[in-house]
């Protein structure tokens, strides 16, 4: 019986298609990665602005409980026991001819084991 010649062609189809079947699971496993950060850093970013809100509504409830907005000094204020983040805020004008005041507040998370901090501010201008 003669002896066929064989190229090894479906070797080679073989560990070819491996290969891409490979590229396409790193890709995917690479978008999934992404994906998750993305979608940490969106709830993060989220609860940032709930925090600084948080912090106008407290400004807002502390001029409600102050008779005299005269008294009041430009001074940066802040409630740290929230959780995962704090809130800070400042009254950054009074206007005395319509009787308001301007309030900034920002909220702040950082991640100590990441080693970033999302930041996002707000502001809003309150009357008696």
Not at 1 to 11: D, N
Request: proline share 1%.
């Amino acid at each position: 019986m003669p002896q066929k010649k064989e190229s090894g062609i479906a070797l080679i189809t073989a560990l070819f298609i491996l290969i891409v079947i490979m590229m396409m699971g790193m890709v995917f496993t690479m978008m999934m990665a992404s994906e998750t950060n993305t979608s940490v850093r969106e709830k993060q970013s989220t609860a940032v602005l709930y925090l600084a809100d948080a912090g106008l509504q407290y400004a807002q409830y502390s001029l409600g409980n102050t008779d005299d907005w005269g008294d009041i000094t430009l001074t940066t204020y802040s409630w740290s026991d929230l959780g995962e983040g704090v809130f800070s805020y400042i009254y950054t004008g009074l206007n005395a001819a319509s009787d308001s005041i301007y309030v900034s507040s920002w909220g702040i998370i950082y991640d100590s084991t990441l080693k970033y901090s999302i930041q996002r501010q707000v502001a809003a201008q309150f009357g008696k």
